[in-house]
């Protein structure tokens, strides 16, 4: 496998804190702990990485809730190259107010390294039952499709009251940035 990828879901690191994690999730031996020689251990690393054709990306969920010194750091890291090519591909998740904070005068740098940036739309009614039903199965759950299906779609019509006309500002949520909304 070419890629080895790296999943942060702790909105809560200090700026230092995703630098140490990020070596440990990468297997970086430190010699210190002097914040300049990790990032230069990382940067060493990547390279290594690199030149064994091995691309690291970097998923960081919740990015909206994390500490402006911490997305800074962030912007840092994707400054991480080698001659030609950029060592980490960063993704951020988050909440709505991912966009906020991005739009902040202090987060324009960071704002402008993002070259894709992609909103998810709430899910119509009829795909809330495959959608439940993905979930489901994902946290193991066996049953026959269609009766996790049925069951869905019974309780989204008692919640929203047989025709939803209730429902519309209710929201049902999964843990991160996926929203799912009824209308």
Known sequence: ESVETICLANPSLSRDEIMFTLADELKVNLATNRVSAVMRALQEHLIGLYSQGRQVVVLIDEAHAMPAETLEEIRLLSNLESNRHKLLQIVLFGQPELNEVLNRTEMRQLKERITHNFT???LVRSDVAQYVNFRM?????????QAIAQRAQELLDYVGIG???EFKARTLSYGDQRRLEIA
């Open 120 to 122: 998810l739309e709430p």
């Open 137 to 145: 199965r994902a946290a193991g759950f066996k049953a026959e499709e």
């Open 163 to 165: 025709k939803y006309a």
